[in-house]
């Protein structure tokens, strides 16, 4: 069994390293903060649980594998609140989306609170 695990669990290092590096590449390539942000939060937060799964594995300690469950249930539970709070702290400050962008959802909410008049959401940012 431990041939087995050892072998699993390198496969979870080198699934949570590629998800690492998409993530890295996507920070890099992303063309505004926004997508960088999203590429960061949701595959760095994927890539982490995989090797905190490969830890829970090869551990022999019952109270290593309940730390690594902690953090993986730590890490799905405060990475995806984290973004969402840069991202509309970001969009409250006037970071520009990429001008490729087809929706921005926030722009209604933005003139409805500001009394303006309610624009279709779905509509193109010229």
Not at 14 to 29: E, M, N, Y
Not at 64 to 93: D, N, Q, W
Not at 100 to 113: D, F, H, I, K, Y
């Amino acid at each position: 069994m431990t041939a087995f695990g050892n072998l699993l669990a390198a496969l979870f290092v080198v699934l949570g390293a590629s998800f690492a590096l998409v993530a890295a590449v996507g920070i890099l390539r992303l063309p505004d903060f926004y997508s960088r942000m999203h590429a960061a939060s949701k595959v760095g937060t994927v890539g982490s649980a995989l090797a905190l799964v490969a830890l829970a594995i090869v551990s022999v300690q019952t109270a290593e594998v309940l730390r690594a469950i902690a953090a993986i249930v730590f890490f799905f539970l405060t990475a995806p609140i984290a973004a969402h709070l840069l991202g509309k702290a970001a969009y409250s400050a006037g970071y520009p989306m990429w001008s490729g962008s087809v929706l921005n959802e926030m722009t209604s909410r933005r003139n409805a609170a500001a009394g303006e008049e309610e624009l279709d959401p779905r509509r193109p940012i010229l």
